[in-house]
């Protein structure tokens, strides 16, 4: 008798006493080589289609996080580069004093200047405090931030922010931009 339990069953034609002394075939049942080797190929299959979507949300995790972070560092320019104009007017000095047209240029918020043009550096992370700046002693990221100021009147500078960073999972350097226009409102 073949037990019918959802798979081939294999018959085992050995031979097995009963309690009447007389020889009886047995039946085995099981799996076939070809049925394991089909229920491994479609179980690999899952378990690789399901790593692959978390390896592609780690990475679109840490992409959103780097773009949040870039944002922040693409304002902390403007409002340095508009504090930098704020402070000719206290200062009493002409509109675009502290604005020198060109490109390039590295902010950090520490310092009441412009900062060398430089688009290799990278800025760096205090540990401790948490906060972006371009001091050797503290940890690199895989931000750089320049700033191109360009005069467009004698009233108007356009200031441009351009923040990018690494992503170790792409070769393709993702990076955000913004654009300002600085007025002579005094």
Not at 45 to 61: C, L, M
Not at 62 to 78: D, P, T, W
Request: glycine content about 4%; charged content about 20%; overall charge neutral.
């Amino acid at each position: 008798m073949i037990h019918d339990r959802g798979f081939t069953p294999y018959i085992n034609f050995a031979l097995r006493q009963s309690r009447h002394s007389r020889a009886v075939r047995s039946c085995i049942t099981g799996f076939t080589l070809l049925e394991t080797l089909i229920a491994l190929f479609i179980l690999s299959s899952a378990i690789s289609g399901a790593f692959a979507v978390v390896i592609y949300n780690v990475n679109n995790a840490s992409y959103i996080k780097n773009s949040f972070v870039a944002n922040g560092l693409a304002q902390e320019a403007m409002e340095i580069v508009r504090n930098m104009r704020d402070n000719d007017w206290l200062a009493g000095r002409p509109f675009g004093t502290a604005l020198p047209v060109g490109s390039n240029w590295r902010v950090d918020w520490q310092s009441s200047a412009l900062l060398a043009p430089d688009t290799t550096a990278v800025l760096k992370k205090n540990p401790t405090t948490g906060l972006y700046s371009y001091v050797i002693a503290d940890e690199a990221t895989v931000f750089k931030r320049t700033v191109d100021i360009v005069q467009k009147s004698p009233d108007e500078y356009q200031v441009n922010v351009k923040v990018s960073w690494r992503e170790h999972w792409t070769t393709i350097t993702p990076s955000i931009s913004a654009e300002e226009h600085l007025f002579n409102w005094y």
